[in-house]
């Protein structure tokens, strides 16, 4: 589909629907799918042959350098193979002609051959390795329109017919709820609708509010064009940040106000808690089911010539409906927590230097916590929403400038293994929590340089800064509280540096600013 050159935003909205209606939606939704998978393997298929041309051989040894005559030859063989998105959507025209399209149009028959061929490109381009077909169990859950004019449609009724939304597809007038008081929802509906989009999503369990009798919800999607609506309550702020983001913590600091390093996503513990424990039954649940399919030690066995059968009891089509659905309660809470430490951040300061990260290198190496916090989604949730107050996100290269080496007191790079939490350099500089650290000299890191600007002063200021955002996590490791490893302070405290340990700090603020740190016998001021 051609990019589109207006804003937008999406607005989701819960539909009721009865059973009758459900029963439709699921042939629609089947009937997506079939078409969905044809155009995938049609896809394919151009692909495999384009592949085999002795001539694609010839094209891919060009040198990167001649980009014209590489960009033609490719053209050239796209074009003799159809393997575009427009050839694809004729193509469509002509595998849409039987019982699938009673309930697809010929305008969803398109996005759906899009699709497709974005997902089979994308191996063609090496982004990916392989295209997945959509299997009746899981089923294709999502399908929209490219207009609000004809087939899939959104219709809002003026306020004196009664402000009621429908979606209609073929015959079906579908309602939508719509809860007016809701400003966001206000908002959302005042502008222009490019396309609906209508989504299917497991419930815990059929019985769940608003479920069919297969347990499942629906929704509309609306693609709106505009901005989404703001909160008043979100301030600005005009500081420039330093920001660390690591795998299970988040270090900012700001020029001048407090800083603060706190736990990445803390509250979804309960949420990857219950989901360890569904995933578990599950496993269990399977196990007990198919016996045949597991050796004596536990191991799935080897396949041979046969097919390996699996039973699915009811318990365990339930487990699964349940964990699908923890999965998805814990998806939405992730990202309100996202949303909530943006708007944190943003009411600091609006101009935010980071290090750029290569997410799939922490794949690699932090699989799980990267897979539940999600921290590539956070950065580009940072960027859009720093974007639209009008401030900058600012990403450094880490190879150029090797802040976590870097020590501003003499000027050295030292390597650090990664488990030493502390940066401490002989020139005087430290105690001081490694990604505190480098979250302050990236905030003095002006744009096309790779040394930050650090006055003497502004060191002194920051180092308390600092120390008051440990102080915070001291007292929550005191109480009890278990915080990540990264952050450097061990369940007992019995690592800290001495300095630190020795010395009880104990913070002063005046005016509401922080000014020092005391010692908390005998409560004299140092300064
Ligand atoms: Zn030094």
Not at 205 to 217: K, L, M, N, V, Y
Not at 333 to 351: A, E, T
Not at 452 to 458: F, G, K, L
Request: net charge positive.
């Amino acid at each position: 589909m051609k990019k589109s050159k207006t804003s937008t935003f999406l607005l989701e909205l819960p539909l009721v629907v009865d059973s009758g209606q459900a029963k439709r939606l699921r042939a629609h939704f089947e009937a997506a799918r079939c078409l969905y998978n044809a155009l995938l393997d049609e896809a394919l298929k151009r692909l495999h042959q384009m592949r085999s041309d002795p001539r694609w051989q010839i094209a891919r040894t060009l040198p990167k350098t001649q980009k014209q005559e590489r960009r033609e030859a490719f053209t050239q063989l796209r074009q003799q193979y159809s393997f575009s998105e427009y050839a694809l959507h004729s193509f469509a025209k002509h595998a849409n002609c039987t019982w699938i399209a009673d309930h697809i149009d010929a305008m969803m028959a398109q996005t759906l051959a899009t699709r497709a061929y974005q997902a089979v490109n994308r191996i063609c381009l090496g982004k990916a390795k392989r295209v997945r077909f959509k299997s009746k169990g899981r089923g294709l859950d999502s399908v929209e329109n490219k207009q609000n004019k004809s087939g899939l449609r959104f219709l809002l009724q003026r306020p004196e017919e009664g402000n009621e939304g429908y979606v209609l597809w073929n015959k079906d007038h579908l309602s939508a709820l719509i809860d007016w008081n809701d400003p966001v929802v206000k908002h959302g509906l005042g502008q222009r609708v490019k396309y609906a989009r209508v989504l299917r999503r497991k419930a815990s369990s059929p019985r769940a509010q608003g479920a069919d009798c297969e347990g499942d919800r629906y929704f509309v999607q609306l693609i709106l064009e505009g901005i989404p609506y703001k909160k008043s309550k979100h301030m600005v702020g005009t500081d420039t940040i330093g920001l660390d983001l690591g795998p299970s913590t988040v270090a900012f600091v700001p020029r001048e106000q407090e800083a603060q390093l706190v736990p990445f996503c803390e509250d979804l513990k309960p949420d990857i808690r219950a989901k360890r424990r569904l995933e578990r039954k599950l496993d269990r649940q399977r196990r007990a089911n198919n016996p045949q399919n597991y050796d004596e030690k536990g191991r799935i066995k080897k396949r041979g010539t046969h097919r390996r059968t699996w039973h699915n009891s009811k318990g365990y089509l339930a487990t699964r409906r349940r964990l699908a659905y923890q999965e998805r309660k814990l998806a939405a809470h992730r990202k309100s927590l996202h949303g909530r430490l943006v708007h944190q951040i943003i009411s600091i300061g609006h101009h935010i230097h980071t290090e750029k990260i290569s997410y799939k290198g922490w794949q690699k190496r932090y699989g799980k916590s990267v897979a539940l916090h999600a921290p590539g989604m956070f950065i580009r949730m940072l960027g859009r929403t720093v974007a639209s107050t009008g401030g900058t996100l600012h990403e450094v290269s880490t190879q150029k400038t090797k802040l976590s080496q870097y020590c501003h007191g003499c000027g050295k790079y030292e390597k650090k293994p990664l488990s030493q939490r502390w940066h401490r350099c002989t020139c005087g500089i430290g105690p001081v929590q490694r990604d505190l650290y480098s979250a302050f000299l990236i905030a003095h890191l002006e744009t096309e340089t790779t040394i930050p600007s650090i006055a003497h002063d502004a060191w002194e200021g920051a180092e308390l800064r600092l120390r008051a955002a440990m102080e915070v996590l001291h007292q929550r490791a005191k109480e009890g509280q278990t915080l990540p490893g990264s952050v450097g302070i061990s369940r007992a405290g019995a690592r800290l540096p001495k300095s630190l340990a020795n010395t009880h700090l104990e913070l002063v603020y005046r005016r509401g600013r922080l000014e020092a740190l005391r010692q908390e016998q005998g409560h004299t001021a140092t300064r």
